[in-house]
Antibody, heavy 121, light 110 residues
């Protein structure tokens, strides 16, 4: 059983939108903080943003590079997190991973296998 | 938030020890004991190797160890093995409640 599975990646034109999903299994999804992390080809990891759990009012936070364009949401009834990406730029081309931190922890584990997003005309 | 600074590459011979540094600021690495390290083989997802500066998850070899001094954290791999050849990234919690990753280090086993 794979704990996290991303889907929804693909090719999109600059200025377009795309929504990624992250389906979780095998752990307490509703209590977890869910994160999105991306990695451009040949580059390092970049934290994109996170959504906290219900007890923390589903609070979200984002990297400066995506703030105002990306939105993270979750559906605890489906054990799924989402990343809505709008006004996409070529610089957003990357593999997007979802991961989680447990309450009180600051490390990312597990990770999904990643979803490739290509922004190109 | 600027990325944490790591050397682009580190290499060593089998059996040797290598150390990867991760330099930040007092607002991230220096301000919290929330540094973690990730190993990534080509085309694979990152794998947690060290958390909270010095702790190893179950299943991770004790050849991997972590430490911190001031604004710089370090990952040491002792008894280097061919399977350790991979990309390594550090991460830290920050004072703004967000996270920052390092620039990444490619480890080569000669």
């Amino acid at each position: 059983e794979v704990p996290l599975v991303e889907s929804g990646g693909g090719l999109v034109q600059p200025g377009g939108s795309l929504k990624l999903s992250c389906a979780a299994s095998g752990f307490a999804f509703s209590g977890s903080t869910m994160h999105w992390v991306r990695q451009a080809s040949g580059k390092g990891l970049e934290w994109v943003g996170r959504i906290r759990n219900k007890a923390n009012n589903y609070a979200t936070a984002y990297a400066v590079s995506v703030k105002g364009r990306f939105a993270i949401s979750r559906d605890d009834s489906k054990d799924t997190a989402y990343l809505q990406m709008n006004s996409l730029k070529t610089d957003d081309t990357a593999v997007y991973y979802c991961s989680r931190t447990s309450p009180g922890s600051a490390w990312f584990d597990p990770w999904g296998q990643g979803a490739l997003v290509t922004v190109s005309s | 938030q600027s990325a944490l600074t790591q050397p682009a590459s580190v290499s060593g011979s089998p059996g040797q020890s290598i150390t990867i540094s991760c330099t930040g600021t007092s607002s991230d690495v220096g301000g919290y004991n929330y540094v973690s390290w990730y190993q990534q083989h080509p085309g694979k997802a990152p794998k947690l190797m060290i958390y909270d500066v010095t702790n190893r998850p179950s299943g991770v070899s004790d050849r991997f160890s972590g430490s911190k001094s001031g604004n710089t954290a370090s990952l040491t791999i002792s008894g280097l093995q061919a399977e350790d050849e991979a990309h390594y990234s550090c991460s830290s919690y920050t004072s703004t409640g967000t996270y920052v990753f390092g620039t990444g280090t490619q480890v080569t086993v000669l």
